[in-house]
């Protein structure tokens, strides 16, 4: 399937997800174990990588300080990237 067919598909969940996450006040805070800058960016974080793998990315949590979404394989793949501060 074609990226811009996929997207389409998930056009309504998409809007959903955007909507879920700016909820969340994700301003840095204090540092935790594996939330860097703090609990509410790291709900954040974990947050955006569920809702990505929920709609069919592969994701990553590196260590709280970045997490990313990717779908493709080979030379042509679409990644996101998601940046704590």
């Known amino acids: 399937m074609e990226l811009n067919e996929h997207v389409t598909q998930l056009q309504e969940p998409l809007v959903q997800a955007l ?3 700016i909820r969340y006040p994700s301003v840095r805070g204090e540092a935790a174990p594996r939330r860097p800058f703090g609990d509410e960016v790291g709900q954040a974080l974990e947050c ?3 809702i990505a793998g929920g709609l069919g990315f592969r994701t990553a949590n590196l260590d709280g300080y970045v997490g990313y979404a ?7 793949y679409v990644a996101v990237l998601a940046i704590s501060m």
């Open 70 to 76: 990717e779908w493709g394989k080979g030379e042509e």
């Open 48 to 50: 955006a990588l569920a």
């Open 19 to 21: 909507q879920e996450l």
